[in-house]
């Protein structure tokens, strides 16, 4: 049965707060496939139109560059940049999720957490 | 290893209590994500502990927790940590092989033994720990 509406916010806003409780990530969203924010969690201001058309650009080239190589599709997409990370996720119907975290991040538990959060933010989005 | 041994006991468990709620999800039980988020942070926290106590112990550089040959905990001091992550992951690979061909049983520990240092790694979980010491130093008397 699906979720009210009001719950199934609550408990997506809820894994996106446990994102960015770990150590060095600033920032947690969910986009969709248009390249629009549909929830976010930040530690600071940032642009959330830009943040999310840059998500879907970066993630539909990585999805390319799998499929070039015969890889097919894409699980995880990191930048690592000169002050920190960021890491995509895809979700299912078209949605991704986002983190962004600055360099004291610890890769290994950001990309862990982020692997175990995903299976549930897929129920949550009626995947 | 005794003082290690207790500490590593105190993760473990942590560790058995998380794949004990993913085993139940596997068997189809209706196992709440969020008592399974709760368990994966007291994991963490606990490895983090740990990570930060085997470092303090006299004789010992640092220690990192890793998971997939990525950092998950690091502390001390090392050169670079995210080297001695990824070095612990292929350890327990070579470790691995080289106890399957052996028929040595499960692997526990793998100790890399050079000139002028030491790195033992041992599994707890999904994670990797691995201890940076001088070659001079004793980590059973460090850890014990």
Do not use: Y
């Not at chain 1, 960021?86 to 538990?109: E, H, K, Q, W």
């Amino acid at each position: 049965m699906a979720l009210p509406r009001a719950e199934r916010n609550q408990r997506i806003e809820r894994n996106l707060a446990d994102l960015t409780a770990l150590r060095g990530v600033t920032t947690a969203a969910i986009v969709d496939g248009d390249g629009f924010v549909t929830h976010i969690r930040r530690d600071f201001e940032v642009d959330t139109d830009a943040l999310g058309a840059a998500v879907q650009i970066m993630f539909s080239s990585a999805q390319r560059a799998a499929e070039q190589v015969g890889q097919e599709s894409s699980r995880l997409v990191v930048s690592e940049n000169k002050d920190g990370l960021i890491l995509l996720a895809p979700l299912t119907r078209g949605f991704v999720l986002v983190l962004v975290a600055d360099a004291s991040a610890m890769l290994g538990t950001v990309r862990f957490e982020m692997k175990e959060t995903v299976p549930e933010l897929n129920e949550l989005f009626g995947g | 290893m005794h003082w290690l041994a207790g500490e590593f006991e105190a993760v473990a468990a942590r560790a058995e209590a998380l794949a004990a709620l993913r085993r139940r999800r596997a068997a189809g039980e209706d196992v709440p994500r969020r008592e399974e988020a709760r368990a994966r942070a007291a994991f963490r926290d606990r490895l983090g502990e740990l990570v930060e106590a085997v470092s303090r112990r006299p004789g010992v550089l640092g220690c990192v927790a890793a998971h997939e040959g990525l950092l998950v905990a690091a502390a001390g001091d090392a050169p670079d940590f995210e080297a001695v992550a990824a070095v612990a992951q292929s350890a327990v690979l070579s470790g691995h092989d080289a106890a399957d061909k052996l028929r040595l049983g499960d692997l526990r520990q793998v100790l890399v033994v050079g000139e002028r240092g030491k790195l033992a790694v041992l599994r707890v979980g999904d994670m990797t720990v691995g201890v940076l010491a001088p070659e001079e130093v004793s980590l059973a008397a460090a850890l014990g």
